[in-house]
């Protein structure tokens, strides 16, 4: 069984930056494909950030690329998103997953807020 931990949320000011950070308990991410969603309000979640089981393939959202950035350190078995320039838009609720295909991941993070304020 494999647990994840987000954290680094926080409220922050428009143009600055955040990383989130995903820790894996249990289990590791190697071998699964990893990714990054947010839900904000009563809005679907949003799939904003994957890399590929081979960490060879990547996936940015539209409206984050050139902003954030993922990626995984295996030797410390966290998976982190980099979030530059944030914007209002970016407000939301920020969850980890994992699973073997980003779009149908199997374990989820218990979410980390994020809001971004003028």
């Known amino acids: 069984q494999v647990h994840l931990e987000e954290s680094g949320g926080g409220l922050v000011q428009a143009g600055t930056t955040l990383r989130l950070s995903c820790e894996a308990f249990g289990r590791t991410f190697s071998s699964y494909s990893v990714a990054w969603f947010r839900q904000d309000g009563g809005k679907e979640r949003e799939l904003i950030a994957a890399?590929?089981?081979?960490?060879?393939?990547?996936f940015l959202a539209d409206s984050v690329k050139g902003r954030f950035t993922i990626s995984v350190d295996s030797a410390k078995n966290t998976l982190y998103l980099q979030m530059n320039n944030l914007g209002p838009e970016d407000t939301a609720v920020y969850y980890c997953a994992r699973g073997t295909s980003w779009n149908d991941p199997v374990n989820w993070g218990q979410g980390t807020q994020v809001t971004v304020s003028l």
């Open positions: 890399l590929g089981s081979s960490g060879r393939t990547t």
